[in-house]
């Protein structure tokens, strides 16, 4: 390796692992080309405008431009100058542009609403895991791209995973988020909720994005969604959010204007 790239990894902790250079990865364990398959992301995104939420490293909105995206924005609380981001983008040359912030802030608004959304191993850590999901819909006008923890069939219980099926196998489409209050799964107490794939299911569609593709394999979960137009189902119903969105959504989630917005549109 160039002591140039020696001098880029030194000193950052790498998650992804991505190929900078032909034959020169990004020293990390979340394998960037194969997550990219299992969720379905097409080779080639010319044009697109591309939101990448937990990014992280750095190395999936890389690689959205390296496939021809036009405009691609990283987000994440992690400041760019010690995530790895600030030194891939300048050792690539890169037009990426990194937000700090979080996937709750984000705002139409302000940030405009995109073709494309990435959000890679951010919701289990979500506290607030269908603000989240909200907020995705908000800025996403065409497709979701999606990828979590995901319980399989099994439920963490006294610290070991336990088979959904040995309580019953029907508990296996039963939408559910398991709670993690300390640190359940994987021993690290950033995670709040394991999720199985009919709860990813349910709050998509309630949250106004319709899966495509799901799949599971090894307790993660992939998933392409597209957004569908206009309100979210939640607004549609006769929910708290939308019978008193002035009281309750509103401080959250913004004007009720921004959601009659056509997807493929502005
Ligand atoms: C497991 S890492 C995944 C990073 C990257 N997306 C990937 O798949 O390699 C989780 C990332 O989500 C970020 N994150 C946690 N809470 C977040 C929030 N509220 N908004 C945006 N990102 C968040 C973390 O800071 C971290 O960068």
Redesign the pocket.
């Known amino acids: 390796m160039s002591p140039e790239l020696d001098q880029l990894f030194a000193g950052i902790e790498w998650?992804?692992r991505w190929e900078v250079e032909p034959g020169v990865f990004t020293p990390?364990q979340?394998d960037?080309a194969r997550?990219l398959k299992a969720v379905n992301l097409p080779e080639r995104l010319d044009g697109m405008r591309v939101l990448?939420?937990?990014?992280?490293?750095g190395?999936?909105s890389f690689e959205c431009e390296r496939r021809g995206a036009a405009e691609v924005l990283a987000?994440?609380?992690?400041p760019a100058e010690t995530?790895g981001f600030a030194h891939l983008k300048s050792y690539l040359h890169s037009h990426a542009d990194y937000r700090l912030?979080?996937?709750?802030d984000l705002d139409p608004e302000t940030i405009g609403r995109f073709d494309f959304v990435?959000?890679?191993?951010?919701l289990y850590?979500?506290?607030y895991p269908l603000l989240?999901i909200d907020n995705l819909r908000r800025v996403c006008r065409r497709d979701l791209f999606l990828?979590t923890s995901c319980m399989d069939n099994d439920l963490i219980l006294n610290g070991r995973a336990r088979s959904v099926a040995s309580f019953s196998p029907e508990l296996d489409e039963v939408p559910l988020l398991q709670f993690l209050r300390l640190d359940e799964l994987s021993g690290d107490p950033?995670n709040w909720f394991n999720p199985n794939r009919a709860g990813v299911r349910e709050m998509l569609l309630s949250a106004g994005f319709e899966p495509r593709h799901m799949t599971v394999g090894d307790r993660r979960l992939y998933v392409h969604a597209m957004a569908v137009s206009g309100e979210p189902e939640f607004l549609t119903i006769r929910s708290g959010e939308n019978v008193y969105y002035d009281v309750i959504a509103r401080p959250l989630l913004g004007d009720r204007g921004q959601w009659k917005s056509q997807v493929g549109s502005e």
Request: charged letters at 10%; aromatic letters at 12%; one cysteine or more.
């Open positions: 998650h992804q990390g979340n960037v997550l990448d939420v937990g990014a992280w490293n190395c999936f987000l994440g609380p992690e995530s912030g979080s996937v709750y990435l959000c890679f191993g951010v850590h979500l506290r989240g990828e950033s």
